[in-house]
């Protein structure tokens, strides 16, 4: 499996140019820095300009990672909740290094991860109503919604590593496998899901009894926690 970072989405690339903006700008803040007794300060000139890449800087982290993240978290910490607090020089490296550090997590796949995460809590409670559904005899819906989620899921993964998921399920399970997203098995596996899947979508409802949709629906479950991370 190749440990590269998958490629940037067009707009998380926007964000990234955005937060590279904002740390160019946190630099022009020097030319306002002033020194006296007590440590290095903004001077009144200076604080206009100051509180305005404050609130950018709010707003990106809070767009990009959401308003109970960490970045945001450590954001709140560093200026006590209070923007107008913001005064020394020292605040001002201490935001910088954490928009720096968002940047990096952008860049390396954090918010890929997030969605995955996300995207796994929502196909849990999806593949729940297939096993209710297939508990209580209705075993075609239940197949039809097992194959809803391993189709998003494979979409996703898809484009984590860059593999053009307009395809159709079955030749992006190739892709992956082509890729070394995961080995033979997997794809075996994958492929057998979808195959019945396909069945229950195209009326074949002989092909699969309960037993295999349940087996489905946990072996779905296994690969979302899997390789849904």
Excluded at 50 to 61: E, P, T
Excluded at 117 to 124: K, N, P, Q, R, Y
Aim: some cysteine.
């Amino acid at each position: 499996m190749s440990s590269q970072p998958p490629p940037l989405d067009p707009k998380h690339g926007s964000y990234a140019d955005r937060m590279e903006g904002l740390l160019r700008a946190g630099d022009d803040l020097s030319q306002y820095f002033v020194t006296e007794p007590h440590g290095d300060y903004i001077s009144e000139k200076g604080k206009v300009s100051l509180h305005a890449w404050l609130g950018s800087v709010y707003n990106i982290l809070t767009t990009v990672f959401g308003p109970k993240s960490s970045q945001v978290e450590h954001f709140r910490h560093v200026t006590e909740g209070n923007l107008s607090k913001v005064r020394y020089v020292s605040d001002i490296y201490a935001i910088t290094g954490l928009l720096q550090g968002a940047l990096d997590d952008l860049r390396n796949g954090y918010l890929v991860g997030q969605q995955f995460l996300i995207a796994g809590e929502v196909f849990d409670s999806v593949l729940e109503q297939a096993l209710c559904l297939n508990k209580n005899n209705y075993k075609d819906p239940a197949a039809v919604l097992s194959r809803v989620v391993i189709e998003d899921a494979l979409r996703r993964i898809a484009r984590s590593v860059g593999i053009d998921d307009s395809q159709n399920a079955s030749k992006i399970n190739d892709e992956l496998k082509k890729a070394e997203r995961y080995g033979v098995p997997r794809w075996r596996q994958v492929q057998s899901w979808l195959d019945v899947g396909n069945s229950a979508a195209h009326g074949r409802f002989d092909d699969y009894n309960q037993t295999v949709v349940q087996l489905n629906i946990d072996g779905i479950r296994e690969f979302l926690a899997t390789e849904l991370r």
